[in-house]
């Protein structure tokens, strides 16, 4: 892992930052590129405007390890509210949880009971996306996911391929018929528990996804989703999608707001199945600074800012 990479893990969950950076004016000059706002009526407006170009999107409420159970079930409320939006909208849109933000560190049947009520609220034909958070979390939310997939097929978990167990998770999950959206992981973790070189996690990842994609072509994987913005990355999956005959739509990709929006609209007007995951909300900082940890030409961005200011 590299010491740039390091620093802004560290950073990211660092609580002195987290209360005095956002207040800077170059930091969320900077955020505003990755998020559209702070309100679900700016993360609605942007969603409208990637339905222009046939990207769809998935919603997510930022927040994390919530330790009060009216603040677990006020975030539930909050993405009951966001589904029947969806629905009044007639957007292709769904939406993705921490299981943290419905009181997982509270109780584990507190927190399936939250995701039960947001499951059964949400269209048959969309899938409610399970976060995965850091390595230590692991367990349990595969735990939680499993048995809910047992009583809902629309529920999809995030597998990560940094982490040296996934691909043992990944085969255990296959005769659920799971939905997969898999991403290359963005915790501070120690190298017994994930690859620390970049070069390991991007092998990783392509092996990971070329199970997944020879399960869709079986039907023992309802969606397996992809989450990059790693442009040879995703030419190499979309040629290994077609040489399986897999169909253009069952090819998916799901990216961040505000990156490789050109690759977004690219992918749609070809036929795939393009995603972009649009977050909002005041919680803003840990998991920007995250984004800056994947993506070095992030934090230049913000350099930029810094003196543009």
Known sequence: MSLMRTLLLAAAQNQWLRDHATHYRFV??????FMPGENFKDALGAA?????KRVGTVFTH??????????????????????DQIRNSGLKA???VKLTQLGLDLSTDLCFDNLKTIIERAEKDSIVWV??????????????????????PNVGVCLQAYLRRT???????????PSIRLVKGAYNEPAEVAFPRKQDV?????????????????????????????LVLIRRLSELASTQGLAKADFEVQMLYGIQRAEQERLASEGCTSMVLVAYGTYWYPWF?????????NLWFMVRNVFAA
Request: charged residues 30%; proline residues 2%; hydrophobic residues 40%.
């Open 94 to 96: 769904e939406i993705s």
């Open 28 to 33: 969320r000059s900077t955020v505003s590129r």
């Open 167 to 177: 691909k043992e998770d990944l085969s255990n999950l296959m005769p659920l018929r």
């Open 202 to 230: 991007d092998e990783n990842y392509f092996a990971l996804a070329g199970s997944m994609l020879a399960a869709k072509k079986e039907n023992r994987c309802v969606r397996a989703a992809f989450g990059t913005h790693d």
């Open 131 to 152: 976060d995965m958070e850091a390595s230590n979390y692991v367990d349990v939310t595969l735990e939680v996911y499993r048995r809910a997939l047992q009583m809902f």
């Open 289 to 297: 600074v995250r984004r800056l940890a994947e993506r070095p030409a």
């Open 62 to 83: 930022l927040g994390e390890n919530i330790k009060d159970r009216a603040e677990a079930q006020q975030v539930t409320g909050h993405y009951l509210e966001v589904l």
């Open 48 to 52: 409208q405007i990637l339905a222009t």
